[in-house]
């Protein structure tokens, strides 16, 4: 078999795959650079039974690639979803070089929690192609949500431009729209890790038929605040639970490492819930009051790269693309966020992911 047939017919089994593990809820795929608010996203997704994970992928970010592919497997473990199909993608950013994130969630990704190293499987598609066949197989009904820099789904919309016609919604964490940013006074790190790549995404999507990209930035985020008070409530609530041990002993150590690095840089041990509230709105986008607008990405700019514009006003005569946050019910999604953490430790996430054995693909 020629390798252009060979990587033809994985695509297709990844199409009947993904096609066959997803009737009975609303299909989503997450695309992370699994550090600690990622894994905690992914927690927040496992324990909602009306998403129907298809699969998770992984891009570099706030670490290298392939420790955002080996925490992402092991926390889809530690929630009981080993089964669910992780997806490695873009190594690289499409831009300039750029840091990761370490420094706020440590070497590893995950803050000082340490979790058993989860299984890898010997074959598996770049991200890009996993979540153009997932919106394939699911046209009109795909959620696709990205806690991560756009550079998987970049590559994904360059491969197949019909990509934001595709999906049901398209919902990213990134931007700072109103507010300052958090790795230069004026970007955000998702968009600021790769511009090129979320130039390319905010340019694609938004067109007529497609969706329009649903941009859950530091405007809203930051008014989802949890502190130790917060993680000491879920961990009583949880404890004695089936699964109550080893889920409070990740998120007191992830979350830890994330309130000490919080109190050296701005003097308060809070946890900005990024990540989550993104997943949170994918699934329920009454979480958060949007307004439509066209929105574009700084790539050259000497002090503003990596900068979300939003043209409120109209005056670039585009089609808006976006629908931008910019205000969030965060007292409902901190609730919802307790609740899933006890639905997790009383076992909800725990089943394993249906698939068709390989000789039936």
């Not at 290298?64 to 992780?86: E, Q």
């Not at 990740?250 to 997943?279: C, N, Q, V, W």
């Not at 002090?303 to 043209?311: P, S």
């Amino acid at each position: 078999m020629s390798p252009h047939l060979a990587e033809t017919t994985r695509v297709s089994c990844a199409a009947r795959e993904i096609a066959f593990v997803s009737e009975l809820a609303e299909p989503l795929v997450i695309d992370v650079d699994t550090g600690i608010d990622d894994a905690f996203a992914l927690l927040y997704a496992c324990a909602h039974d009306e998403a129907q994970i298809l699969g998770v992928s992984t891009v570099v970010g706030n670490v290298s690639l392939a420790a955002a592919t080996r925490n992402t497997r092991a926390v889809l473990a530690l929630a009981g979803r080993g089964g669910i199909p992780v997806w490695p993608g873009a190594a690289t950013a499409m831009s300039i070089a750029a840091k990761d994130a370490s420094e706020i969630h440590g070497q590893t990704g995950l803050g000082h929690a340490v979790l058993p190293e989860p299984e890898e499987p010997s074959d598996t598609l770049h991200a890009a192609d996993s979540i153009i066949a997932a919106a394939r197989s699911h046209s009109g009904r795909l959620i696709l949500c990205a806690t991560a820099p756009l550079t998987n789904i970049a590559l994904a919309v360059m491969r197949e431009p019909e990509l934001p016609r595709l999906v049901k919604r398209f919902v990213i964490m990134g931007g700072a729209f109103s507010e300052p940013g958090n790795v230069t006074p004026s970007a955000e790190f998702n968009i600021w890790h790769d511009p090129e790549a979320a130039r390319i995404v905010f340019r694609a999507f938004g067109g007529v038929g497609g969706a329009p990209v649903i941009a859950i930035g530091l405007d809203v985020t930051r008014k989802t605040i949890i502190d130790e008070s917060d993680i000491a409530a879920i961990e009583s609530r949880i404890a004695g639970k089936p699964k109550g041990a080893k889920l409070t002993s990740f998120l007191e150590d992830a979350s830890r490492f994330y309130f000490e690095r919080m109190e050296k840089t701005i003097g308060k041990r809070i946890f900005t819930m990024h990540d989550p509230l993104a997943i949170a709105v994918a699934l329920d986008p009454t979480l958060v009051e949007t307004r439509r607008a066209a929105v574009d990405v700084e790539t050259a700019g000497r002090l503003t790269t990596g900068a979300t514009i939003v043209d409120w006003r109209g005056q670039w005569g585009r089609l808006a693309n976006a629908e931008v946050a910019v205000a969030v019910d965060a007292d409902r999604f901190r609730r919802l966020f307790f609740d899933a953490m006890a639905g997790l430790a009383e076992g909800a996430g725990d089943r394993t992911q249906s698939r068709l054995p390989r000789s039936d693909l």
